[in-house]
């Protein structure tokens, strides 16, 4: 065997046989760099991510620039990303003068972005928790009116920086009440990272009880504390098959200085591939891109397997 056959494809039992990768290197990777990325190299960041096989790419946020300059060109980059095909571009809105602004552009997936805690409610959208999911209704409904996918993202499910341990029924009365307005799909957030398998396990199964079903869930690893595959292998046991992951483990949470980002997509696709499970993504193409990014920035991709695969072809 050679060392291009790695790694070696060993199944396991109960587990999925495709997982979907929600890409989110464009938006909450980017999102968190100190200097804006140039719209010409964002675009061709998604195109390449598009190449090697993803599916799903979050693209940009139609938020105020205000708040994120970082992707204050919106309007300009999703324009340039026509023409990838069958490559479905979620966006980000905060309110319904985003989403007017996404729908003006041809958006037809949005995302809205709840919190499971009344501090992290108050510090991220100023709001109670019940004054923003007040805000998500109009914002949902409009959209489903429009005909457009809507996921709805819910932050700190598994802890928070100010509160501690979050207990679960709060979490899933948020997660119910965002699948009341509309919300086609839940990303279940673990913001600061400080997930455990079985925290994950009993969670979903909480939500199953109350309604949810786990094929309108998925998971949003961070991997503060290195339990981001552990975590996530836990949620395709019980049959999750929505994961999110940044290319190149873009990205990061500024309410935990420890944070080491979102997951990285090649160390998922080296997971996910070793376990015969399809993703449909090339991981040599996935992790030249990533190393390109990088260069982009200036740094190198925290990403194990970018580095140890970019290393090999030295």
Known sequence: MTADALPMVVPARGLPARVRIHEVGARDGLQNEQRAVPTEVKAEFVRRLAEAGLTTIEATSFVHPKWVPQLADAEQLFPQLAGLGDVDLPVLVPNRRGLERALALGARRIAVFASATESFAKANLNRTLDESLAVFEPVVRQAKDAGVHVRGYVSMCFGDPWEGAVPLGQVARVCTALRDMGCDELSLGDTIG???????????????????????????????????????????????????????????????????????????????????????VDLGRLTATSVWMAEQLGRPSPSRTVRALSHKDQ
């Open 194 to 280: 400080v997930a455990t398998p079985g925290h994950v396990r009993e969670l979903l199964a909480l939500l199953n009880e109350q309604g949810v079903p786990t094929n309108e869930i998925g998971v949003h690893f961070h991997d503060t504390y290195g339990q981001a595959l552990a975590n996530t292998l836990a949620a395709l046991q019980h049959g999750v098959t929505t994961v999110d992951a940044s290319a190149g483990g873009l990205g990061g949470c500024p309410y935990a200085k420890s944070a080491t980002g979102n997951l990285a997509t090649e160390d998922l696709v080296w997971m996910l591939h070793g376990l015969g499970i399809e993703t449909g």
